[in-house]
Structure formats: C-alpha cells, structure tokens
T-cell receptor, first 110, second 115 residues
Framework: AQSVTQLGSHVSVSEGALVLLRCNYS??????LFWYVQYPNQGLQLLLK??????LVKGINGFEAEFKKSETSFHLTKPSAHMSDAAEYFC????????FGAGTRLTVKP | EAGVVQSPRYKIIEKKQPVAFWCNPI?????LYWYRQNLGQGPELLIR????????DSQLPKDRFSAERLKGVDSTLKIQPAELGDSAVYLC?????????????FGPGTRLTVT
C-alpha cells in the first residue's frame, strides 16, 4: 500500500525566510508524488508533481520539491516566504488511488 | 476554462435529514472522484468513477451514502440519513484519466454541518 507522512502539522516562518515542508512516502513501486495547496474555504490546487522525469521539480508560486529515493522523501521548499503563502499544504502519492498526507499548516509572520 | 463546480458550498442540516451534493467536472475529464475531508486531515476517497461506472467505492458507507454519475458527466453524492459524524467538507475532483501520473483538479467543496 502507498502512503505519505507529513512531518509537522504546523510550520511557522517569518516573511522572507526559507519554507521547508517535509513529506516522506511509502511505495512498493516507483511513485508519482504531488504537492497541493489549500487556501481557506477552497479546494486543493496543484503546486507541482513528480513523475520520474526529473528529481528536482519546480512548481507554481516559486515552490519546488526534490525527490530523494534513498530517503523516500519529497520535501517542498521555497527560498523566501510571502504572506500569501499562508495555507494548508498536502503531499500525496498516486498509485491505484491518490493518498494524501494529513497536511501542514503554514503560517507566515510579518 | 471552467474548473470543477460544486454546489451548494455550505449546508447545515439536522441529523437524520437527507442531503445531496452536486458536482460538474472539467469538460473532457472522464474520471471523477468524491472525497471527504475531516477537519485537520487530508482528503479521503469515497468513490471514483470512470465515465458513468463506479470503479472504486470500497470506502463509501453504502448503508447511508449513495452516488451516481448519469451520462458520465456531472455527479451527485447523497447521504440519507445524515449523522453527526458526517460533518466534513465533501470535495469533488476530476482528472483526464485514471492513470497515476494525472493530477486531479478539485472543486471548492461543500462544507456540511450536521446538528
């Protein structure tokens, strides 16, 4: 069975600081991995996805994620946080169906 | 291009009452998903459709939940009767295909409160 674990249910950073949201996956086959963002009272929006073409994946809004097979990780990063990045972030792995992590709430302090 | 449309956005009902949610996927998307998202958690799949066929409904509580996707386009999810524990956000998503590499596009969800 495939699953993802997001480390840290809540991350707080200052505006302009590095954003690092952690995700580890479990999969018996090469995984397809996704990061989604959810703003209050909205659905999930795709940030980026890994489909084995390149280990470093760039997404929207300046986010990127690196697939590390040896660490079974797919952490999401952004060099400089902006106030508008405050949201809930979900890591997901796709196989037979898509399994989501519990989410990490990102708070950005001015 | 219009995204996934869901209605209503919010619904408050008393327990034991019926409720229905409607979803219109992105045009051309054959695969449609219904998820339930409890507070502070990620979405959990309830049912997946390939065109009009429900191909995965193993997580759908069939004693009270039902779904249909007539003509393989829009879909309705129903709960009858609703219980307090059904309070959650119900998300609809669609994708071009059920292949693992295809991203899913989500609607804004319906927030259900059962009192």
């Amino acid at each position: 069975a495939q699953s993802v674990t997001q480390l840290g249910s809540h991350v707080s950073v200052s505006e302009g600081a590095l954003v690092l949201l952690r995700c580890n996956y479990s999969s018996s086959v090469p995984p397809y991995l996704f990061w989604y963002v959810q703003y209050p009272n909205q659905g999930l929006q795709l940030l980026l996805k890994y489909t084995s073409a390149a280990t470093l994946v760039k997404g929207i809004n300046g986010f990127e994620a690196e697939f590390k097979k040896s660490e079974t990780s797919f952490h999401l990063t952004k060099p400089s946080a902006h106030m508008s990045d405050a949201a809930e972030y979900f890591c997901a792995v796709s196989g037979v169906d898509m399994r989501f992590g519990a989410g990490t709430r990102l708070t950005v302090k001015p | 291009e219009a995204g996934v449309v869901q209605s209503p956005r919010y619904k408050i009902i008393e327990k034991k009452q019926p409720v229905a949610f409607w979803c219109n996927p992105i045009s051309g998307h054959n695969t449609l998903y219904w998820y339930r998202q409890n507070l502070g958690q990620g979405p959990e799949l309830l049912i997946r459709y390939e065109n009009e066929e429900a191909v995965d409904d193993s997580q759908l509580p069939k004693d009270r939940f039902s779904a249909e996707r007539l003509k393989g386009v829009d879909s309705t999810l129903k709960i009858q009767p609703a219980e307090l524990g059904d309070s959650a956000v119900y998300l609809c998503a669609s994708s071009f295909s059920r292949g693992s590499s295809y991203e899913q596009y989500f609607g804004p969800g319906t927030r259900l409160t059962v009192t």
